[in-house]
């Protein structure tokens, strides 16, 4: 239970942090207006991202990926191929702990300057933005986020791939993009067969409607 003190200590930290980013002109100002982000998280992951960087390259896209730092020490020549290949990476949290947003403050902090190292001790690219696991938002969280100096990410259209709910809810939900939004999606976390399909069918219909892909 949330004393009253404790929660306006919370909601004067909240006021006074930044918000997680939702657009892409929020973060790239001057992104030509017909763009959009893709934004995948929980990876590296041998088989999933792989795949993904292989799509990517044969339809010159450049995505966002955030990396969770254990799997980046796991996988380092992935993180290496990731940012040879022109995407751009972000802190996914070291080990992608189930509600981050309520474990202390210190720990939070922990798990991001952690990944932080880790991240940027693979091919010494230090990621500018930080995503909360699972977007477990809270006043610690954006704080702490601040502390380091990062940008918090958010997302504006969610593919609600993490579920594997079958490939066509999948495609709709990404289809429904608009100039500006930061989608997202997982090469990490599971069987992402299904991300993987549909993207297979998402990323050149998106181009078709006069979209174009940026890396955040």
Not at 13 to 26: E, F, G, I, K, Q
Not at 39 to 62: F, K, M
Not at 106 to 123: E, G, H, K, L
Request: glycine share 6%; aromatic share 4%.
């Amino acid at each position: 239970m949330v004393v009253p003190a404790q929660a306006s200590a919370d909601a004067a930290l909240a006021a006074n942090t930044p918000r997680p980013v939702s657009h892409v002109r929020d973060l790239l100002p001057a992104a030509p207006r017909d763009v959009v982000a893709l934004t995948v998280d929980d990876g590296p992951n041998p088989l999933w991202t792989a795949q993904l960087l292989d799509l990517l390259q044969r339809t010159e896209i450049r995505a966002t990926f955030c990396l969770i730092g254990m799997h980046a020490q796991e996988y380092p020549g992935l993180v290496k191929r990731i940012i040879a290949e022109g995407h751009s990476v972000a802190n996914h949290s070291m080990t992608h702990p189930q509600a981050f947003g309520h474990l202390p403050f210190v720990a939070i902090q922990r798990q991001i300057t952690d990944a932080q190292s880790a991240i940027a001790d693979v091919d010494g690219a230090a990621p500018k933005l930080f995503r909360a696991p699972c977007g477990d938002w809270s006043a610690p969280v954006l704080s702490a986020v601040q502390s380091v100096k990062l940008v918090p990410l958010g997302w504006s259209i969610d593919s609600l791939d993490c579920s594997r709910p079958g490939t066509r809810p999948i495609i709709t939900r990404l289809l429904a993009a608009q100039p500006g939004d930061i989608l997202l999606c997982h090469d990490g976390g599971g069987d992402r067969a299904q991300t993987l399909e549909s993207l297979r069918i998402v990323l050149p219909a998106i181009k078709d409607l006069g979209l174009q892909f940026t890396a955040l």
